[in-house]
Structures are given as C-alpha cells and as structure tokens.
C-alpha cells in the first residue's frame, strides 16, 4: 500500500510539473491516465506540409569579358604559371610549383625576385619591392594579385604576405 501511494505522489508530482491534468482515458475500467494540457494560452506549433513548388533553376555560368577574382588560397581554380600570361590585366591566382626567389639588397629598390623557373627561363615572376622574401625559394607557393607584363612576361607586384600561399 505505500509503494502505491508513493508512485501515486510521485505521478501527481510528475503530472503538475508538466502543466498537465489526469484525463480518463475511453474506458472506465481503465486505470491509465492520458495527460491534457491545461494552459490553452500556448500557440500552436505550426505543422509543415510538403508542396511540390518548383525551385528556381541553378544558374549555369556565363563566359563574360569582365575579369572575375579568383579567391585565394589556391585549389582547382589556381592558373598554373606558364599560362599566367593569358591573365593579363585580370586578377587571378597564379601557382608555381617551384619558387625560384632571390632577394637583391644591392640593387635599387631591393627587390625580391621569385620565378616560377631560374633566369631567364621562366614563365611568370612575383615581385616585392624593399622585403626579403626569399624563404619562399624551393617552396609551392600560391600568388593572388593582378597579372601586369613586364618585358613581354606576367608577373604580379605584391606588397603584403597575405596575398601568398602556400600549396606543399
């Protein structure tokens, strides 16, 4: 008898903690109890129902004259370096898979050279005026700028690192 009057506490306990009133259920003989909520104040959950709207079509990619940035760091979007040349004028990500960099303190500007392959065989050059830079030689690296001629070859001017990435 108080196993039953402590599982009757114990369900009444239960019952007012969630907001709910003991409701008989469809038969009398039954000792089950069904809870009904007694706050009617609450909205409604909203219920979804399914339509068969069409979706708009994906829009399928346009070949456009106006250059379009490629974002960085590099990936399948990357141009290699020997076709940089193609890119002239637009801003692009240009990747070489060997950085061949010199940095040259003795001459005006104190450039840092890095070709995609020794001088003067290479395709395409990153230039960084005033900055060593020369820790990339040997290294993959990602260069995301303008591609701008310089004695019929591409090369990108970059001032800061963060327009570098590496690709090993």
């Known amino acids: 008898m108080k196993k039953l009057l402590v599982v009757l506490v114990l369900l009444s306990v239960l019952v007012s903690a969630c907001g709910c009133t003991p ?17 009617t104040a609450r909205p ?7 339509t068969n709207t069409p979706r708009p079509p994906t829009p ?6 106006t250059p379009i ?3 960085k760091p590099c990936g399948s979007h990357a141009v290699p370096s020997e076709q940089a040349e193609n890119y002239i004028g637009q801003i692009v990500t240009v990747q070489m898979d060997r950085a061949y960099c010199s940095y040259r303190p003795g001459i005006n500007g104190s450039p840092t050279f890095c070709n995609d392959a020794p ?6 050059t990153m230039l960084v005026w005033d900055q060593d830079w020369s820790d990339y030689d040997g290294r993959c690296i990602c260069v995301y ?7 019929g070859k591409p090369q990108i001017v970059l001032e800061s690192r963060s327009d570098v990435s590496l690709c090993d």
């Open 44 to 50: 409604a959950t909203p219920t979804l129902t399914p």
């Open 145 to 151: 700028g303008e591609v701008t001629p310089y004695k």
């Open 119 to 124: 001088y003067p065989s290479h395709d395409f």
């Open 69 to 71: 940035p490629i974002p």
């Open 23 to 39: 409701t008989p259920t469809d038969t009398a003989e039954s000792s089950t109890y069904s809870p009904t909520p007694t706050n």
């Open 60 to 65: 399928t990619p346009t070949s456009t004259s």
